[in-house]
T-cell receptor, first 113, second 112 residues
Framework: AQSVTQPDIHITVSEGASLELRCNYS??????LFWYVQSPGQGLQLLLK??????LVQGIKGFEAEFKRSQSSFNLRKPSVHWSDAAEYFC???????????FGTGTRLQVFP | DVKVTQSSRYLVKRTGEKVFLECVQD?????MFWYRQDPGLGLRLIYF???????EKGDIPEGYSVSREKKERFSLILESASTNQTSMYLC???????????FGPGTRLTVT
């Protein structure tokens, strides 16, 4: 069965520091992978997605993610975090098509000035 | 911009009540979804729909039903609300060809 693991429940970083949020997936075929962000009181917004091709994917708000098949990972990175990046981040994998997403449990990011 | 709206941001209902959560999208998307979000569990798919009058069970459909009479509207129904259905409910729509989901702001339902 497909599954997504986000091992970090809560991460705290200082503004301006680099960020990496971890995501590991379990899926038999080539996965479709997504990162979503949920700001307080907001719905989920798509940051980036990987379907095929270049394994380094650029997204909105300065985020990027790298698909590593050998490690079954799709970690999200940002070189310099802004206070407005404080939110909850969800990694997701698509099961057999792009319609049915399996979400991870989320990582809450806190940013200190 | 795509807009997905949900009828209520906060709802408080009593155990045993019938509850309707409404979701409307304005982009003529074929696919619509209902998720519930719980701390430590992430988002879990309840039901989804590929077209009017069509519905498919997600991962946790028990205790829920849905209705899609019009393309733009997808309703989640709790026939007899229970306290374990206290949660944040998120609706999403998606164009079948594009594959990008657009989420509504969520409805926080409390069942007492």
């Amino acid at each position: 069965a497909q599954s997504v693991t986000q091992p970090d429940i809560h991460i705290t970083v200082s503004e301006g520091a680099s960020l990496e949020l971890r995501c590991n997936y379990s899926y038999g075929a080539t996965p479709y992978l997504f990162w979503y962000v949920q700001s307080p009181g907001q719905g989920l917004q798509l940051l980036l997605k990987y379907f095929s091709g270049d394994t380094l994917v650029q997204g909105i708000k300065g985020f990027e993610a790298e698909f590593k098949r050998s490690q079954s990972s799709f970690n999200l990175r940002k070189p310099s975090v802004h206070w407005s990046d404080a939110a909850e981040y969800f990694c997701a994998v698509a099961a057999y098509n792009t319609d049915k997403l399996i979400f991870g449990t989320g990582t809450r990011l806190q940013v200190f000035p | 911009d795509v807009k997905v709206t949900q009828s209520s941001r906060y709802l408080v209902k009593r155990t045993g009540e019938k509850v309707f959560l409404e979701c409307v999208q304005d982009m003529d998307h074929e696919n619509m979804f209902w998720y519930r979000q719980d701390p430590g569990l992430g988002l879990r798919l309840i039901y989804f729909s590929y077209d009017v009058k069509m519905k498919e069970k997600g991962d946790i459909p028990e205790g829920y039903s849905v209705s899609r009479e019009k393309k733009e509207r997808f309703s989640l129904i709790l026939e007899s609300a229970s306290t374990n259905q206290t949660s944040m409910y998120l609706c999403a729509s998606q164009s079948g060809a594009e594959g990008k989901k657009y989420f509504g702001p969520g409805t926080r339902l409390t069942v007492t």
